[in-house]
């Protein structure tokens, strides 16, 4: 099965928060990440939390991360039109260099 | 700073072609890394370059080449094309290939295969 597991679709409205969820599987993940992508661009790093940490904020994100559950999630406060982007998620395995990436999760918001 | 550059944004071949791709890292930045990007199977991982030499390599055929440069300028090559290989190919360098270090992505080059 996947490595990462992410839903694929988010539908909010403009205004609300976003929250989206990734599972991971490598218990010895050290580094957990989340991408934006929009139409047409690469990647935009959004921020990052090393494994020993259970959350971190950057103004309007907030990630979550519990190791116990591998589970990792990503909310936006006051979710704006401008936030509609496909979210990645990505882990970096213990001794390696290599993230691996979710699917994507296609957020819409609604205005 | 500028930011991971990614030449050209678009190209379409035919069948059986070759193409090059170039990609011109951050400045000061080392490592330079290479994914293919379809909607079927998402972000995978192509090949991982720093200092002149491969260090990690995904699974793909060995059609798909690629090489660093001193400067750490990197570029790949997809030799005999087949329609399978149109993707957006993406870019992506660090600083060093550190755990802490977090690649940062180009554009992408979006090869159309005819």
């Known amino acids: 099965g996947e490595d990462v597991e992410q839903s694929l679709f988010l539908s909010v409205r403009e205004g609300d928060s976003s929250v989206i969820n990734c599972t991971y599987t490598d218990s010895s993940s050290t580094y957990l990440y989340w991408y934006k992508q929009e139409p047409g661009a690469g990647l935009q790093l959004l921020t990052y939390i090393f494994s020993n940490m259970d959350m971190k904020q950057d103004q309007r994100l907030t990630v979550l991360l519990n190791k116990k559950d591998k589970h990792l999630s990503l909310r936006i406060a006051d979710t704006q039109t401008g936030d509609s982007a496909i979210y990645f998620c990505a882990e970096r395995p213990g001794g390696s260099y290599i993230p691996t990436f979710g699917r994507g999760t296609s957020l819409i918001v609604h205005p | ?114």
């Open chain 2, 1 to 114: 700073k500028a930011g991971v550059t990614q030449t050209p944004r678009y190209l379409i071949k035919t069948r059986g072609q070759q193409v090059t791709l170039s990609c011109s890292p951050i400045s000061g930045h080392r490592s330079v890394s290479w994914y293919q990007q379809t909607p079927g199977q998402g972000l995978q991982f192509l090949f991982e370059y720093f200092s002149e030499t491969q260090r990690n390599k995904g699974n793909f055929p060995g059609r798909f080449s690629g090489r660093q440069f001193s400067n750490s300028r990197s570029e790949m090559n997809v030799s005999t094309l087949e329609l399978g290989d149109s993707a957006l190919y993406l870019c992506a360098s660090s600083g060093t290939p550190q755990e802490d270090s977090p690649l940062h992505f180009g554009n992408g080059t979006r090869l159309t295969v005819t």
